[in-house]
Nanobody
Framework: QVQLVESGGGLVQAGGSLRLSCAAS????????MGWYRQAPGKQRELVAG???????NYADSVKGRFTISRDNAKNTMYLEMNSLKPEDTGVYYC?????????????WGQGTQVTVSS
């Protein structure tokens, strides 16, 4: 099992910044991808940004140029730097880790951290 603990959410005014962290512990396998998802009220969970263990990244179009995903493999920690925040960025942000072993992958999720952007 893998445990994921998020931190860094909160309330911020539009135009402000926040930094989210996700620390992984437990049965850590080196072949993995990690990502941040968010879920706004009444909407489906959506991918915000993802990063491979090699450092390749991808972003949702809505956050490109404003958010930066990164990770520290030595610390098993992933980050999301969020700048120029907009009210539409409001939601619960979830950390995901997908681990691969023997041709099979397993998804793990954090408990979520609330991000609220006021206008």
């Amino acid at each position: 099992q893998v445990q994921l603990v998020e931190s860094g959410g909160g309330l911020v005014q539009a135009g402000g910044s926040l930094r989210l962290s996700c620390a992984a512990s437990g049965s850590i396998f080196s072949i993995n991808t990690m990502g941040w998802y968010r879920q706004a009220p009444g909407k489906q969970r959506e991918l915000v940004a993802g990063i491979t263990n090699g450092g390749s990244t991808n972003y949702a179009d809505s956050v490109k140029g404003r958010f930066t995903i990164s990770r520290d493999n030595a610390k098993n920690t992933m980050y999301l730097e969020m700048n120029s925040l907009k009210p539409e960025d409001t939601g619960v942000y979830y950390c995901n880790r997908r681990q691969y072993r023997g041709g099979i992958y397993t998804d793990y999720w954090g408990q979520g951290t609330q991000v609220t952007v006021s206008s």
